[in-house]
């Protein structure tokens, strides 16, 4: 296989990525203006304030919760820094959904907090008044923890790579601790910290489970709403247009800054940043700011989940709930394998064929990640079922068969649309692998006669096979937790865990809705407890504790 068919196979994937986005474009375009003036009309001034409100929490707070755990655990001497350092990123094993189900059930009235209350005061359902989880607050509480891990791993990494010459020139000229973090760490860590917040903002704007479910109305419940309860495709495209426009104008916001990433470099002089030891007061509160987070993230869900799925665990083995699962573990396995070797393709054509067409490519491929699931659904479906109904009537009225829905009906669409929403964290963890390599190794390679598919099977994935597997597991996962695309595209007998957890907590099955949930941040903990190991063995050899001196 030449590199020529390669690099035609890289542009198809291109093409399969930005189809849907275009499809989009064009299904709104087309749509009767009647749609936007008597059915979009009354409803977009509240989805755009709600959807900004809830970009505006979520990006204020992840970004508050992610930098300063991040500054504690690598730069103090907290109490358990080791542990914490890796135990801040299990809430991303989360999706926000299954979270909003645990804090329902904890915190509803008729929940064991409110129930202890009654209990405790003597007080009746009138009597008192108890925060509102089923709003725009609790939706935004779900997401920020999350979430919040994206600003967590990218400020850390940001604060590794700080020469401490800054800090203790801040320190000798009087400013205390909180101070010259605020003054000088913090503005050197910006780029990645917004590059963090940046991703929780586009993750935010693509769920749809947390909200629906809180009934909080925002564009993606509204797309939803506008294709399956009223079956108006029009006003779904149209909606979904000005949701593309919004992420997209996100994702070159987040390219922006992570091409200023080099701001916050180390100088020329380099020393690293020592841990401080903190002791008393100090310690107990800078543990109690990093331990929240992963209680509120993490323990108490998994605690109330388990809590409520034991009364149902028995129904994991029956034939029914198997069959979610091996759907779930299908789609999700063949979308890995599909995503991540498109994104091989596409990383190979950029290496060997660096130009223009090939920066193109990158961006085009990855620009998917930005729109949320519900967007890349409609794109696909609408171009898809006018293309089955096109070969249906050609058949029957040719040959007299009846093709019916080839394409729309099939676990294929699935496959296609989760290929689109993230080829870039596919794309990401295989450049991570590629760029360990020198540039000559390719020209080495074909000059030992390892040309097109040799020098990619030889040279390139064998060396690139950690971040391979890595891609896998993380868009395997991913998968997995996809809602939005899974409830617009899925076959009618075709069911997954999310599906299934979504239509039971729906139905306010809550206990039952458990049971799926924990099999779903079961299979979320594998890439993050991979993570939290290598994090764990970086903080053995890196930063050892100082005597003496406290910071923030």
């Known amino acids: 296989m030449t590199e020529r068919i390669l690099h035609k196979l890289a542009w198809v994937a291109v093409v399969i990525c930005l189809a849907p986005m275009l499809a989009a474009i064009l299904a ?28 505006v929490i979520v990006g204020v707070f992840t970004a508050i919760i992610g930098s300063v755990t991040a500054w504690l655990v690598t730069v103090d001497s ?13 809430p991303l094993a989360f999706p926000a959904y299954v979270m909003a189900y645990a804090y329902t059930y904890m915190l ?14 003597g007080w009746g359902a009138r009597d008192y008044w108890f925060p509102e989880i089923r709003s725009l607050g609790g939706a935004a509480m779900m997401l920020t923890m999350v979430l919040y891990p994206y600003v967590y791993l990218l400020a850390r990494a940001s604060f590794r790579q700080q020469s401490s010459n800054a800090f203790l020139v801040a320190r000798t000229l009087g400013a205390s601790p909180v101070r010259a973090f605020i003054r000088v760490a913090l503005p050197m860590a910006r780029p990645a910290i917004a590059g963090g917040a940046l991703l929780a903002i586009m993750e935010t704007i693509a769920d749809y489970g947390t909200v629906a479910y809180f009934n909080v109305q925002t564009f993606a419940t509204g797309i939803y709403q506008a294709w399956f309860s009223l079956g108006n ?9 000005c949701l593309l426009m919004f992420a997209l104008l996100l994702a070159g916001l987040e390219r922006a800054q992570r091409g200023k990433a080099g701001t916050a470099g180390k100088g020329q002089r380099f020393d690293v940043m020592q841990r401080q030891k903190l002791s008393g007061k100090r310690a107990a509160i800078a543990f109690a700011i990093c331990f929240l987070p992963v209680c509120i993230g993490f323990v108490i869900p998994v605690l109330m989940l388990g809590t409520m799925a034991s009364e149902y665990a028995h129904l994991l083995t029956t034939s029914r709930y198997l069959d979610f699962m091996w759907n779930s573990l299908t789609v999700s396995s063949v979308a890995a394998l599909v995503t991540v070797t498109a994104a091989i393709l596409i990383g190979f054509r950029a290496r060997t064929y660096p130009s223009r ?21 409609v794109g696909l479906m609408v171009p898809m079922a006018a293309f089955d109904n096109a070969l249906d009537a050609f058949m029957e009225a040719r040959f007299g068969i009846d093709t019916g829905l080839l394409i729309t009906g099939s676990m294929w669409l699935m496959v296609a649309a989760y290929m689109v929403r993230f080829m870039a964290v596919a794309l990401n963890a295989y450049d991570s692998g590629m760029a360990t390599i020198p540039a000559h190794y390719d020209a080495i390679g074909r ?16 060396v690139a096979r950690a ?47 458990a049971v799926p949930s924990l099999v779903l941040v079961a299979f979320g903990l594998v890439p993050v407890l991979i993570l939290c190991r290598s994090l764990g063995r970086e903080s053995q050899h890196k930063l050892q504790p100082q005597a003496g001196g406290q910071t923030a």
């Open 28 to 55: 709104a375009w087309h749509a009767d203006i009647a749609d936007w003036r008597d059915v979009l009309s009354p409803v977009l001034p509240r989805y755009i304030g709600t959807t900004l409100a809830l970009v």
């Open 78 to 90: 907290v109490p358990g820094h080791r542990w914490l350092e890796a135990a801040l990123a299990l």
């Open 108 to 121: 509803d009235h008729p929940g064991p907090v409110q129930t202890l209350l009654r209990d405790v005061t």
């Open 233 to 241: 495709r029009g006003a779904a495209a149209q909606l979904a247009l």
């Open 357 to 377: 067409s090939s920066n193109f490519i990158l961006v085009g491929a990855g620009l998917g990640y930005a729109v949320p699931g519900g967007v890349i659904a």
């Open 447 to 462: 000059t030992l006669g390892q040309p097109g598919h040799k020098l990619l099977l030889r040279v390139h994935l064998p």
């Open 467 to 513: 971040s391979v597997l890595t891609a896998l597991l993380i868009v395997f996962v991913d998968v997995m937790k996809e809602l939005p695309a899974t409830l617009i595209l899925h076959p009618f007998n075709f069911q997954t865990l999310a599906v299934q957890a979504h239509r039971l907590a729906a139905d306010e099955r809550l206990f039952e809705a």
